[in-house]
């Protein structure tokens, strides 16, 4: 059974640090491209971070470029997302993605979120 759990969300003030982390099982980790998205109370999910499958390479939107970092350990099937300078237009559900193949057929899954608040 696929699992994605995400965790390491909470209250941070503007300026502060946060590492998301997200446990995975159920799948070959090390062979799915890894992302973030977050999705902010009456605006559609978006993405924030992307790591490709195997070699890992890296990709993120102008909105976090420079402030957040995605990282993966292939050895723990885990996936991070290190967020420093955090902003109040940060604050939003946080969600950990695989994209891979199963059996030849395009998937995608995806876990339930750890919330980030960014506020004084």
């Known amino acids: 059974q696929v699992q994605l759990v995400e965790s390491g969300g909470g209250l941070v003030q503007p300026g502060g640090s946060l590492r998301l982390s997200c446990a995975t099982s159920g799948f070959t980790f090390n062979m799915y491209t890894m992302s973030w998205y977050r999705q902010a109370p009456g605006k559609e999910r978006e993405l924030v971070a992307i790591?490709?499958?195997?070699?890992?390479?890296?990709s993120y939107p102008d909105a976090v470029k420079g402030r957040f970092t995605i990282s993966r350990d292939n050895s723990k099937n885990a996936l991070y997302l290190q967020m420093n300078s955090l902003k109040p237009e940060d604050t939003a559900m946080y969600y950990c993605?695989?994209?891979?193949?199963?059996?030849?057929?395009?998937?995608?899954?995806w876990g339930k979120g750890t919330l980030v608040t960014v506020s004084p």
């Open positions: 993605r695989a994209q891979g193949t199963r059996d030849g057929i395009g998937v995608n899954y």
């Open positions: 790591s490709m499958s195997g070699g890992g390479d890296t």
